[in-house]
């Protein structure tokens, strides 16, 4: 069974975090000559365990502990706690330091953590750099920090010892991906797929990648074999549904994203994938209803009122379009699709001049739709202003003079 990775490296980073243990209000203490003590762990150093037994204090080197609750005990890591004190010796040791970095990422403390870990390397450079999860560890943190640059100094670090390490190309591969290098991303990744043939979360990721550069065949070809090895990722069954919308193979892309919600009730996004296919299916009914059920859950997306006004405007119901329109507008007056609706809506209505306000703003940011030129001429032409009228013509005709909309539009208006 394959592990899923839910951070970039989260297998290594999280392995320690096995359990909580301040959780815990007794343990099983099993040690190497036979005897089980029951009691609280009220103190821990790097080399040993104090131990509440009865009321009575007991302390045991941890050498001489088999193992806490059914849990083999090598070091102090494997307790899960971060020691009570840490003495100048233990300064000088990479193992304890190490152990007690660990039980710093237990605790999910990553600046501790983080420090520890440096410590680590300062006591000792040449065990650091043989140890893949010192550097690995490190860069995540300083991923979590925002730290990108120190996050990849590490990466880097760490190349020596990584180079049949997939994660150690995992984690390169993520680093470009924030950059917007999807193709050295790609390049990485690869590399680690290549180590780890049967990694769902990998080739997941390429998915992911290759659909970002709309290069949809590759990315159906990874999400494909990322979702016949994990069949239970909803975001790989999202992605594979995203996919089959580009190939417009709505029933496939149909299939998929209600597969993606049956694996993950809150995946809502699937519902604006479903809209999407029941938009280009006509089927505005099933639109309407999908879009309703994700804004239940999430009130402000502007592409989910985007798209409940093109419903509408499909519905002719120019009234609901229009506010559908201005909520998208409201929550980001950025885009040119809310104002290009917006304007269609008012178009229909035959209210022309807040009409020719909204598509003129489209323009302003932006847009180079060929249906807003011919918009735009047209209510011109109904404002009476045929100088206007002519110039978004022939901008629409120097965007695509074949478009058979520029023709209609000749023909409709004799020109």
């Known amino acids: 069974m394959i592990k899923k990775r839910s951070f970039i490296i989260a297998g290594i980073i999280l392995c320690a975090g096995l359990f909580s243990p301040d959780l815990i209000l007794a343990e099983i203490v099993v040690l190497k000559s036979g005897q089980q003590i029951e009691g609280k762990i009220v103190e821990q150093t790097a080399k040993s365990i104090k131990i509440e037994f009865q009321g009575v204090p007991l302390t045991y080197f941890l050498d001489e502990v088999e193992s806490i609750d059914g849990k083999p005990v090598s070091n102090a890591s494997d307790v899960g ?76 670090k760490a190349k020596s010892s990584q180079e049949d390490n997939p ?119 099933k639109a309407d209803e999908s879009l309703k059920k994700f804004i239940s859950h999430d009130s402000n997306n502007f592409l989910a009122y985007t798209l409940l006004g093109r419903v509408a405007m499909h519905s002719r119901n120019y009234k609901n379009a229009e506010e559908y329109y201005q909520k998208a507008i409201t929550l980001d007056g950025t885009k040119e699709d809310g104002y290009l609706g917006l304007g269609d809506a008012y178009n229909a209505q035959q209210r022309y001049q807040m009409a020719k306000e909204n598509y003129e703003k489209a323009v302003s940011l932006g847009s180079k739709d ?27 005709r120097e965007s695509d003079n074949k478009n058979p909309k520029v023709k209609e539009f000749e023909q409709r208006f004799n020109w």
Do not use: W
């Open 167 to 285: 994660s150690y190309f995992i984690g390169l591969g993520q680093e470009y991906v924030r950059e917007g290098d999807f193709d050295t991303a790609i390049e990485y990744l690869s590399k680690a797929a290549a180590l780890d043939k049967n990694n769902s979360y990998i080739l997941g990721t390429l998915g992911h990648i290759y659909y970002r550069k709309k290069d949809y065949k590759k990315a159906q070809e990874y999400f494909g074999k990322s979702f016949a090895l994990d069949d239970k990722n909803a975001n790989v069954a999202r992605g594979l549904a995203r996919c089959y919308l580009e190939f417009k193979e709505y029933k496939k892309a149909e299939e998929y994203f209600f597969k993606a919600l049956s694996l993950d009730n809150t995946n809502f996004n699937s519902y604006i994938g479903l809209a999407s296919v029941y938009l280009n299916t006509g089927d505005f009914v």
């Open 81 to 156: 706690r971060v020691p009570a004190s840490v003495t100048e010796e233990d300064q000088k040791d990479f193992k304890i330091l190490m152990d007690i970095a660990f039980a710093y990422i237990k605790k999910n403390e990553l600046g501790k953590a983080k420090e520890y870990l440096e410590k680590a390397i300062a006591v000792d450079e040449k065990k650091a750099n043989a140890d893949p999860k010192l550097y690995i560890n490190l860069s995540n943190i300083y991923l979590k920090e925002g730290n990108d640059e120190k996050a990849k100094e590490y990466l880097r």
């Open 370 to 396: 060929i249906n807003l030129y011919l918009s735009l001429a047209e209510v011109y032409l109904k404002l009476k202003n045929s100088a206007k009228a002519k110039e978004y013509y022939e901008k629409a």
